[in-house]
């Protein structure tokens, strides 16, 4: 079946410009989480969703990004006033809700590139 | 606060060699450990996972990890690696009872010489 896709696969913006990030999470999946990888690093959580609301947004940076699953499928990460130190590579992941671990699939990532 | 050390950034190995990766954590709570890679131009993948049980968990492909409670480790070793093996390695955790969320350590690149 079809994994978790994301678009775009690359966008290059310029600082203080607005992006939109979409994730496209795994038929059925009721959890999506977003990630963030920067260069020679490993990912770094940003936030998860339970269905359409947020359960845990501890790991957005700042109030300049925003995340949003209004109808509990397809997330858009929005990031305003873009700065150079955005620049990573932004994965999506989703798994099924059904006990206390539940494995998460990860999406190939939106490489977001500030100049 | 939780947190995962990779020892290694790097991990140059000739093939058909042994490979070690090391992975330590620090959590107050119980965790579940994982190892995930990203193959050069693909997503990350689950390689293994300990969620509880016999502390020896086995990939498909060879790899193997031991949980050790006491030293808080998790490393990860295969006993001949392939050239198809050189991509990067990441150890996580996620807390028990306290949501899903995957904690990563800064990755390993393992590079398989021929």
């Known amino acids: 079946g079809a994994g978790v896709s994301q678009t775009p696969s690359n966008k290059v913006t310029e600082k203080g410009k607005y992006v939109e990030l979409r994730c496209d999470p795994i038929?059925?999946?009721?959890?999506l989480y977003w990630y963030r990888q920067s260069l020679g690093q490993g990912p770094e959580f940003l936030i998860y969703?339970?269905?359409?609301?947020?359960?845990?947004d501890s790991g957005l940076p700042n109030d300049r990004f925003f995340a949003v699953r209004p109808e509990g499928s397809v997330s858009t990460l929005k990031i305003q006033r873009t700065e150079r130190g955005d620049s990573a590579v932004y994965l999506c992941a989703s798994s099924p809700d059904r006990g206390e671990y539940n494995e998460q699939f990860f999406g190939p990532g939106t490489r977001l590139t500030v100049l | 606060a939780q947190s995962v050390t990779q020892l290694d950034s790097q991990v140059p190995v000739f093939e058909e060699a042994p490979v070690e990766l090391r992975c330590n954590y620090s959590s107050s709570v119980s965790v579940y450990l994982f190892w995930y890679v990203q193959y050069p131009n693909q997503g990350l993948q689950l390689l293994l996972k300990?969620?509880?049980?016999?502390?020896l968990v086995e990939s498909i492909n060879g790899f193997e990890a031991e949980f050790n409670k006491s030293q808080t480790s998790f490393h990860l070793r295969k006993p001949s690696v392939h050239i198809s093996d050189t991509a990067e390695y990441f150890c996580?955790?996620?807390?028990?009872?306290?949501?899903?969320?995957?904690?990563f350590g800064g990755g390993t690149r393992v590079l398989v010489k021929p």
């Open positions: 300990y969620l509880s049980g016999s502390t």
């Open positions: 038929s059925g999946h009721t959890a």
């Open positions: 969703f339970q269905g359409t609301g947020a359960a845990d």
């Open positions: 996580a955790v996620i807390l028990k009872a306290a949501g899903n969320k995957l904690t």
